[in-house]
């Protein structure tokens, strides 16, 4: 049967000051609706059933997304810390396959925003089809909207019989040069989601990862604690997914952005003739190009532009927006009693 | 004996949202220390006794200002309405003659910043003895130390045998190539600090000043709102100064300020090695010649310049420095539940 993943970590730092560590920006009404966490469930609506949807994230984050995502209770994967992607998706479905044996399971993240739920799906529909099909890993690769830098990319290779392809290479965050370059060969973003049966999946996790096979025995014990102290952290893509011979790629032509940053809100967000994107009370004067998120006082913002301004959580930012790319260099700069965001 | 007329009158929008109605800005301790106001009536200290010194304001400034000043309750003179100056001035000395015959009177204002109050009492001192010896209006021209388009200059005439000189003209706001100009041909500030006799005043008041001394009559019978209803409103500067020939200029060379932009706290306020200057909780980064000022929420810059960032009464905003000039005209484009600010 199908299964799905959801990753759902995140160290909350990427929108500070709105988000924080127990609120991260999936648990964030970002994209105008419910949160991207909430709409990643829904998005898998006819797809995959809810009793089917296993959650991966740390204790507190857990805590948070039960009453919101209202999933069976032992979905909920509690990752005793954070290990990076490879750890958290052979876990999950690993413990697909214990409840399932023959699981196959679509991986996917909870912070995603996605143009046409609809095209998602049948995209989502495919992958798991050809992940079965021709027994291989098999990635997403969503058709790029610009350059971006901030992505990895996938070259296809040859195609399969059913639209597939197999993967010629990853090229992961290049330069603009590179990501231009890549563009015009066809090249596509690894948007993370991904397809496998949990046969193959962990057949291949035991030859080219032994980052976390070697810690397997312990989940195999029952020891999910264990497991994580055991392991070494590394991603999907670097651990397995580069390395693996048993790859493929499914074309998905559907607008999909990570909100990695709070320019993604000029991407995802309705913006004025001038091109702001205004959340919360604010007026925007003679400027342009501007992102204001306020959760408490009007915001007026004359003569300025690419600004960045927030007022979240008793902390006001403001920075150029293209700055907000390199948060984590700001917060680390910042004064701890500052930086540090209760709740 | 020696008066001193205070005008603390304001509409409190330059520097809002910080300054309200309520609360102008001689109100707030915009350099550092008291209000305005207060640092006004202790720059008499020594020359005027507190006795003496008259406060012209509206109702509601005047009840804030009582507590504040400590002055005797006789002595705030409660305009019914704002009526520009020459009304506020000449109603002062007309008082202050009302209660000495002999009045001699040192007007000033309520929102100034002095840099060497020393050096202001000394020149404060010579005015009144030059508006006596030659029974002249005298000015205080301020030396400029920038080009300031926002004053009024003075034109020194010819010398007289104290040190003063006569007044060859004045230039009201001139655009920034006169200014300059004016500059280099010596001449001063028209910093508003003014001293007369009470009998010279009203001498000139009845001969070129009918906009006010038709209303006269009104005063002599008690009646302060009837003047204010009878009078026609008009600057000391246009309304008289600059109509009468018996004028005289003396050189004040002590660091004056009127605090009318926010801009103004780049020059009264310490900066750092950046040109910075932050009031309140607030990080820069990478940032230089911004001005903070936050009543509540730390304020996080980075990466930007030239920049104001207020959070104040609950409002913020954000705007390049030198668009600070031009407040008026962002509040008037405002909507009101957002621009009016109660208390």
Partial sequence: MRWAVLLAGGSG??????????????????SGAGSTAEEAVERLTGLIPRERI???AGAALSARLRPLLKLP????LVEPRAASTAPALIWATWEARRRDPDAEVLS???????????????????????????????????VPSRPETGYGYIVPGTPLDDGART??????????????????????????????TADRLLAETARYTPEV???LPKLEAGDVSGFFDALTPISIDVGLLERSGAVAVVTGAFAWDDVGTWQALARIRPKD?????????????????????????????CGVQDLLVVQANGRILVMPTERAAAMKQLLDALPPEIRDIDG
Same sequence: chains 1, 2.
């Fill in 13 to 30: 730092t990427r929108f500070w000051p709105l988000s924080t560590p127990a609120t991260p920006k999936q648990l964030l009404p970002l």
């Fill in 54 to 56: 296993l959650v991966v």
């Fill in 73 to 76: 209770p032992e979905n909920y």
């Fill in 108 to 142: 996917l993240h909870a912070d995603w925003t996605v143009g046409d739920a609809t095209a998602f799906r049948r995209t989502a529909d495919a992958a798991l089809n050809t992940a079965r099909r021709h027994d291989r890993l098999v990635t997403v690769g969503v």
């Fill in 167 to 196: 993967v010629a290479r990853f090229s992961e965050k290049p330069d603009a040069s590179t990501a231009l370059d890549l563009m015009a060969a066809g090249a596509l973003w690894n948007s993370g989601l991904f397809a496998w």
């Fill in 213 to 215: 096979a070697a810690a």
């Fill in 273 to 301: 003739p001038s091109g702001n994107v205004v959340v919360g009370p604010g007026v925007v004067q003679e400027s342009h190009d501007c992102i204001v998120w306020s959760d408490r006082d009007p915001v007026v913002l």
